[in-house]
């Protein structure tokens, strides 16, 4: 057996320097694909994020990540001609973030630079010599002058003057929006305190206060200079929102937790309720509260979104009560809440119109794996699906005067893009939305040459409905056995979608299913228990994670999925995925190298135990929570593990400790399993150089070419019945050293 491989690796190899096109059949390793496109050109197309709205008039702003130049770009109703309005034209991984109008529109303020670590430093993957650091900057709509303001986060502006309030080392700083202006901390107050909002006149500001094991609601008088503590209690009070008018303040309760811990991997009821409070006298009565069931626990995933203050003097907020992500409505006097989004879906973004009595909202309703648009209006829960089709639509906003919808919109072929669409559309007529900067797609951005992933429905070993997305390579279906690849996200609260998708990780993702595609690869992107978008019961799964790794069996149903099918080869299935995704591909090779060939691990979680030790996480008076925890870890299987694996980690990594791969290196080693390994000193979680997802891509397609196409490349050759040559007669070449350089 060993003589007949060899005997075809000399063949190969003496072909090779004869100038014979073995590509075909060893699975060529080139920048270019099978099917004519380079990895470069799926990458290349600008990434939006950030979309924002003038308070007034028809002004538009967001950030393009163009092959990782992050700028801000504009345009402006009716006709919206998009143009680039910050010039920072390098790949140096500082993200463009919390792009706000100024309340005149003259001036966007945002974020440049990233969170600070543990040890209070800004990530600075380009391992820039002079470092880097978060700053707040304005930039001027009109000409493109950039202010610098200072340093901080989350910047929220003024409704009625250039003023901002921002967060700075877990205290409240502001800074006028002008050349010269110095900021300075607004007012001194205990505790971390985050979330500034202005009051409709721009006078005072709620901010929340975190002391620990309670939190406090707080109102800074900024003509008084005086902080108002709204009924402090020994609760967690959080997300304030003013009134319209600006007299009431609404606010979120939770029950304190005291000295217990978090519970992790468990789900146990988290009861919350809806307060309203005189920002003058400081008295709160309770307008609403949750059950006590699972279900009604807050749902933390809203964010932002959790408690919005709307018109008629109504509040809308998110709860899972029936089991799925919705928006309701209650009078601030209180009584029923009533249903906004009603189905077996879930909303996902939403925004208020500006006379706030309408949501616009994203949701998977009727499409539930993919986005779609829907406005309701909020006294009567009347609501309309506003655009429909193939298409993935997401980030609504409404502009000032109210005359237009602009959001992101992509498909499976063409990736994200913003579009507009007049909220009034002529009679009887569908609206049309018109592409902004469609332009600024690269002119050789293969969409043409893109698959179409198919809709893949499954069953795990518990008769859980799984959904996935297959991609085949163009052309499939010839009688070849394809080798497979299976796609996990990360997350794990993520889904996939049937098109590129809203998140700039996984647009990046998406690509690279596109890619291998298209190198000959049947590619099983799947979205997993733990996941979002098929109900609460879907994402919290009691012995998922580290209390079980339950999730797991989706992956092996996803593979038995592919090995039902005659169009693949059952003995060259691979793996890969990043974070939440990075850990099922260790998983699945360690506990099943016998059903997985081969694993892209992008740093992934490799033992749990670790991890909630080192946080603190470990259930409260459950003995058995490490124990349980390790077992659910691909370390507790690693005398098992024999498929190679290309592991990927950067060292300041914030989400996955980077220590996480140092010990699986080890275990390998002493394992001799097969790896190779990418480490990008400096670099964070989300990989914010564009450079860096180009060189992980083509190591992970080379890494799977090496191990899931070679082996069939004996066979191959065999079939050409060609004579084997034992060595290079025209250069005196060593068989074997082309070979070595594909």
Not at 587 to 594: I, K, T, Y
Request: aromatic share 10%; glycine share 10%.
């Amino acid at each position: 057996m060993k003589m007949t491989r060899l005997l075809a690796l000399f063949c190969a190899a003496s072909l090779i320097a004869c100038g014979f096109n073995l590509a075909p059949f060893l699975g060529s390793t080139t920048a270019q694909s099978n099917n004519g496109f380079t990895l470069e050109q799926v990458l290349s197309s600008p990434f939006p994020s950030e979309l924002a709205a003038s308070p007034k008039g028809e002004r538009i702003a967001w950030v393009f990540d163009a092959q990782g130049k992050r700028n801000v770009w504009v345009a402006e109703g009716p006709g919206f001609k998009a143009r680039q309005l910050t010039q920072y034209n390098e790949d140096t991984g500082q993200e463009i973030t919390n792009i706000v109008f100024t309340h005149d529109g003259k001036w966007i303020v945002f974020v440049r630079g990233g969170d600070q670590n543990s040890a209070g430093e800004s990530p600075n993957p380009a391992s820039d010599a002079g470092g880097a650091r978060q700053e707040i900057l304005a930039v001027s709509f009109d000409n493109g002058s950039v202010l610098r303001l200072g340093e901080g986060d989350a910047p929220v502006v003024s409704p009625v003057n250039n003023r901002i309030v921002y967060s700075k080392d877990g205290q409240i700083w502001t800074v006028e929006v002008a050349e010269g202006s110095e900021p300075h901390q607004y007012f001194a107050a205990r505790g971390t305190n985050i979330s500034p909002q202005w009051s409709p006149d721009g006078r005072q500001i709620v901010f929340n206060s975190s002391r620990g094991d309670h939190s406090l609601i707080v109102v800074y008088d900024t003509e008084k200079n005086r902080l108002k503590y709204l009924a402090p209690t020994v609760d967690r009070d959080s997300y304030p929102c003013w009134s319209p008018d600006g007299k009431r303040i609404a606010f979120i309760r939770q029950p304190a937790r005291g000295t217990q811990p978090r519970q992790v991997f468990r789900d146990v009821p988290d009861p919350w309720a809806i307060l309203i409070a005189d920002p003058n006298t400081g008295v709160a009565s309770e307008v609403w509260h949750s059950g006590n069931k699972v279900t009604d626990s807050i749902p933390t995933m809203a964010g932002s979104y959790l408690l919005q203050w709307a018109a008629d003097n109504r509040l809308v907020f998110t709860s899972e009560m029936d089991g799925w992500m919705h928006l309701y409505s209650i009078s601030a006097q209180g009584g029923n809440p009533t249903l906004l989004t009603p189905g077996q879906c879930e909303y996902e973004q939403m925004t208020l119109t500006p006379n706030k009595q309408e949501i616009i909202y994203s949701s998977n309703c009727n499409d539930i794996d993919r986005r779609h648009l829907w406005r309701v209006q909020i006294s009567s829960g009347q609501g309309k699906m506003i655009i429909g089709g193939e298409k993935i639509d997401w980030n609504p906003v409404v502009t000032g005067d109210g005359q237009h919808l602009v959001f992101f919109r992509s498909d499976a072929k063409v990736p994200a893009m913003p579009y507009a669409v007049s909220t009034r559309p002529a009679a009887n007529a569908d609206p049309v939305p018109e592409p902004i900067a469609a332009e600024a797609l690269p002119k050789d951005f293969p969409s043409s040459k893109l698959v179409v992933p198919q809709p893949a429905i499954f069953k795990a070993a518990d008769g859980l409905e799984i959904h996935g997305q297959l991609f085949l390579p163009q052309g499939a279906g010839t009688g070849e056995k394809l080798p497979a690849v299976i796609f996990m996200h990360g997350g794990p609260v993520r889904q996939m979608f049937l098109g590129w998708h809203n998140r700039y990780y996984y647009h990046n993702t998406y690509a690279f299913n596109q890619y291998l595609a298209s190198r000959g690869y049947a590619v099983l992107s799947v979205n997993y228990r733990l996941g979002i978008g098929y109900g609460r019961a879907f994402r919290v799964v009691t012995n998922g994670g580290g209390r079980g790794a339950a999730e797991y069996q989706d992956v092996v149903a996803g593979s038995t999925y592919l090995r039902s099918r005659n169009d693949i080869d059952a003995a060259k299935i691979g793996l890969w995925g990043g974070s939440y995704g990075g850990f099922l591909t260790a998983l699945g090779l360690a506990r099943n190298s016998d059903l997985f060939a081969a694993g892209v691990d992008l740093h992934g979680v490799h033992d749990w135990s670790v991890r909630i030790s080192n946080l603190g996480l470990a259930d409260f008076g459950d003995r058995d929570a490490v124990k349980i925890a390790r077992e659910s870890s691909p370390v507790a299987s690693i005398d098992k593990w024999r498929s190679p694996v290309l592991l990927v980690h950067g060292d300041d990594d914030r989400n996955v400790a980077f220590s996480q791969t140092v010990d699986l290196v080890r275990r390998l080693r002493e394992q001799k399993v097969e790896f190779e390994q990418i480490v990008f000193p400096d670099e964070v979680h989300d990989f914010l150089l564009h450079r860096h997802w180009v060189e992980i891509f083509e190591a992970g397609a080379k890494f799977f070419d090496k191990h899931l196409k070679r082996a069939r490349t004996a066979q191959k050759i065999s079939k050409l019945n060609l004579p084997i040559r034992h060595g290079s007669q025209d250069t005196g070449a060593p068989a074997g050293r082309a070979l070595r350089k594909q």
